[in-house]
């Protein structure tokens, strides 16, 4: 049984679904510029028009009531409401469109989750250094200030940046994300330390101008895999374990619910390596300042976006080469017997959550936590009666059941990725996450409920009656 006022969601993201890219004077994001270069993404496509969510908001709209959610998660564009991001120059179009969707979204007694960050940074700040630099994050401390200035009276539920892991890692180390830098060992530790000082900059001003009069709630969501060591017994199987969980989960996790610190694990690993290096003296993990907001208790829930599980063997990764598995020296490897669907990275693991969750409740001391993010992806061939999928929705909201029963785990609720097919960043339009298919051949963007949709909309269904009871 699921609490009274659980959250069932589903989210997106701007640059996802919006399009109008460049309508009404919104400036260009760092994914604009990213997918117009050349190789970049699958089949060179970029989120241009995408669903036309710009246009079409009143139809995603008529697809969240379909399936009858309680909540729905979207993203902001930074540049859409501060074209060179900002507030300097504030653009009123792109108030109006957030104003229209919010607005509506109450009409249908929908609650908004609203993420400031998802990925995509105005360009006009890359061009200054992007996060690697450390004004990028005062910048978005304003931006989160004038958002909660405009919309907080309706959005009760905020995300400042989502999943800074993916940003630093795909965007800054592998480049496989904007913006496309590849600056192994360096550059990710630095994004990521900036992406916490911002986050931590605006959930204190959140605390200290806002709260009291808009009494809402604010977090990041981090992504995390459940892991586990390839050989239950082996020692450095399970050591490997335990680096990887602190280099991706802890990385984010630890300065905010512990100790407002890195995790000593990728402290030491890094500050030892960086030595050994000769890195002019300093580590490549920057250290917080003391003259800076506590970047401890800065989330009044834990929000968690959860896709996969993989297993750990030692020594897969180690080399001399400057990068970040260098300081973990953790290999990953995925476990056979977890079938890959969808995309190439997505194992189905539905009771891996069940397993974080419980992780999440002994190492964050029980906080309250929503599911922000969790689905996985149909490739190739279109097929509108997704079984698969539909079994996926109904084995995992089955773990979140057990794990809520009969491990007293505190989820308030739970957001399927994605409410519609969308621009899946380096894979495009290929992997399709929705619970509504888009056709991205026809000029309308026509919305089709796939039957994992039907699903979803029945175990929501299912469930809130047995709440009212
Ligand atoms: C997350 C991301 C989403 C979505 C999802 C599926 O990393 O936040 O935007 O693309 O992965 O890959």
């Not at 004038?146 to 480049?175: M, S």
């Not at 969308?422 to 309308?444: P, Q």
Request: charged letters at 20%; proline letters at 4%; aromatic letters at 14%.
């Amino acid at each position: 049984m699921f609490p009274r006022d659980f959250a069932w969601g589903a989210g997106t993201a701007a640059y996802q679904i919006e399009g109008g890219w460049q309508a009404d004077g919104k400036g260009p994001s760092i994914w604009d510029t990213f997918c117009h270069e050349k190789g970049r993404v699958f089949g060179e496509q970029n989120g241009d028009e995408a669903c036309n969510s710009y246009e079409l908001w009143e139809k995603d709209l008529e697809c969240i009531q379909q399936l009858g959610l309680t909540h729905y998660r979207l993203s902001l564009s930074w540049a859409r409401l501060l074209p060179d991001g900002t507030t300097r120059h504030v653009n009123q179009k792109g108030v109006q469109y957030y104003n229209k969707v919010l607005d509506g979204l109450l009409a249908c007694n929908v609650s908004p989750m609203v993420t400031l960050y998802h990925f995509d940074l105005p360009q006009a700040l890359q061009d200054q250094g992007g996060w690697k630099s450390a004004g990028t994050a005062t910048l978005f401390d304003s931006y989160a200030k004038f958002c909660f200035q405009t919309f907080g009276d309706r959005v009760k539920l905020w995300i400042t940046i989502n999943e800074p892991y993916v940003c630093a890692k795909l965007g800054h180390e592998d480049g496989i994300h904007a913006p496309g830098l590849k600056e192994p060992g360096v550059a990710a530790y630095l994004v990521g330390h900036n992406m916490l000082r911002a986050h931590a900059m605006a959930w204190h001003s959140y605390d200290c101008f806002y709260r009291t009069e808009q009494k809402g709630a604010v977090s990041l969501a981090i992504n995390s895999d459940w892991l586990e060591p390839l050989h239950a017994g082996r020692t450095e199987d399970i050591a490997a374990t335990e680096r990887q969980l602190a280099f991706t989960l802890g990385w984010f996790a630890w300065p905010v619910f512990v100790t407002g610190d890195y995790p000593e694990t990728m402290r030491s690993a890094i500050d030892a390596r960086s030595k050994k290096l000769g890195c002019s003296g300093s580590s490549r993990l920057p250290s917080f300042s003391k003259d800076e907001p506590a970047i401890l208790g800065t989330a009044d829930f834990f929000a968690l976006n959860y896709y996969t599980s993989r297993n750990i063997e030692a020594g897969g990764g180690y080399g001399e080469t400057l990068c970040m598995k260098s300081d973990r020296d953790a290999g990953e490897v995925l476990d056979p017997s977890w079938p890959i669907c969808g995309v190439s990275w997505l194992a189905v693991v539905p009771r891996g959550l069940r397993k974080l969750l419980m992780y999440i409740k002994d190492a964050f001391n029980n906080p309250a936590v929503y599911i922000t993010e969790n689905g996985f992806s149909q490739v190739g061939q279109l097929q509108i009666e997704d079984v698969q999928r539909s079994e996926f929705y109904k084995d995992t909201i089955l773990e979140v059941a057990k794990a809520i029963q009969e491990d007293g785990v505190n989820v308030r609720g739970y957001f399927a990725w994605s409410l519609l097919d969308n621009f899946e960043w380096a894979d495009g339009f290929s992997a399709r996450f929705g619970l509504f298919h888009v056709d991205f051949t026809d000029a309308r963007r026509s919305r089709t409920i796939y039957q994992s949709g039907r699903e979803y909309a029945k175990i929501i269904s299912k469930y809130k009656c047995a709440q009212s009871k």
